[in-house]
């Protein structure tokens, strides 16, 4: 059974950078994706950044929204991804949901969630 432990938000200044850590355990596959989407009361569930790999084979895909302002790291020893968001924005204020499974295109429907960190971001 997979299971995700996230950690990193908290209350942040606009411009300023958070760094979320998501770790995995459980996970058997060398073919694994593992990424973020974020929800806030406004918006609905949107994808952030996801890095997927078969293998040594390596994939990172960033929404528009952070696009140019996220950077993804992955620690494949302790099977950890972090979602780096630089210059934040009051509108990146949400909560933060780590996600894993297979594929990417499946993720949200079939993926498995962790409980979620909140990001504020304060002007």
């Known amino acids: 059974q997979v299971q995700l432990e996230e950690s990193g938000g908290g209350l942040v200044q606009s411009g300023r950078s958070v760094t979320l850590s998501c770790t995995a355990s459980?996970?058997?596959?060398?073919?694994?994706?593992m990424g973020w989407f974020r929800q806030s009361s406004e918006k609905e569930r949107e994808f952030v950044a996801a890095?997927?790999?078969?293998?040594?084979?390596?994939?990172?895909t960033v929404a528009d929204s952070v696009k140019g302002r996220a950077a993804l790291a992955r620690d494949k020893i302790d099977n950890t991804v972090l979602l780096q968001i630089n210059r934040l924005k009051t509108e990146d204020s949400a909560i933060y949901y780590c996600?894993?499974?297979?594929?990417?295109?499946?993720?949200?429907?079939?993926?498995?969630w962790g409980q979620g960190t909140q990001v504020t971001v304060s002007s």
């Open positions: 996600v894993a499974g297979v594929q990417l295109a499946t993720l949200k429907d079939f993926g498995t």
């Open positions: 459980g996970v058997t596959e060398d073919k694994w994706t």
């Open positions: 890095m997927s790999w078969d293998g040594d084979a390596q994939t990172t």
